[in-house]
Structures are given as C-alpha cells and as structure tokens.
C-alpha cells in the first residue's frame, strides 16, 4: 500500500493543492447571489464602424539587382554539383568498406581455423 511519503507524494502534491484552492474557491462564492437580474438591452442593433485598410508597417524591399541572382544561381549550381560528386564518392566509400569488411571476415574465420600459414 502506497502512503503519501512514497516517492509519488512530490509529483502529485501541486495538483493536489490546486484542486483544494479550486474547491475553497467554490464553496466561498457558492452563497452569493446577485439581486439584480441583468436584463437584455432593448433597441436598435449597434452599428459596425467600417475597417480601414492596414497599410504595411515595413516599407516594400527594393528588387534584387540581376547581378546577386546570376551569382545566386551559380553557387546554387555549384552546391548541387559538389552533392553529386558526394554520392558518387560515398558509393564508392560503401564498396570499399564492405570490400574490407569481407577481407577482414575471412582473415578472422582463417585465424580462428589456424590457417595463418596461407
């Protein structure tokens, strides 16, 4: 049987505590009643004022000069060249890798067979 001074008491003391204040809160304001009954207003329909437009709040960015855009492209080109000379090496990285792991497989099963001599 689990008692408050288990290790659980710390996490659920502040929800504890919150639904204590919430109860008293209610009790508190329970007896109170307002004598006055709030009556709909009678009348016409207030009206609604009509929205201005927002004007922007940072003024429009000037055009980007043709030169920054050709220099753009380039370097965009040259980072999709330079991706794609990477997979071409990681590939041949793979088959390296996996080349050696074979060689070393084979190493490891001769040396455990006690063919160290070939």
Do not use: H
């Not at 001074?5 to 307002?34: F, M, N």
């Not at 709030?38 to 043709?66: H, K, M, R, S, W």
């Amino acid at each position: 049987m689990r008692t408050m001074t288990d290790r659980r008491w710390p996490r659920i003391a502040p929800q504890l505590i919150a639904a204590g204040l919430a109860a008293l809160l209610l009790t508190s304001c329970g007896d109170k009643r307002s004598d006055k009954v709030a009556v709909a207003p009678t009348g016409p329909p207030p009206v609604a004022t009509p929205v201005t437009p927002l004007t922007p709040a940072v003024a429009p960015e000037a055009p980007i000069p043709p030169e920054t855009l050709a220099v753009i492209d380039t370097t965009l080109a040259a980072a999709k060249a330079f991706n794609a000379k990477a997979l071409a090496d990681l590939a041949g990285i793979e088959t390296s890798e996996r080349r050696i792991r074979d060689q070393a497989g084979r190493a490891l099963d001769a040396a455990r067979r006690g063919d160290g001599a070939r």
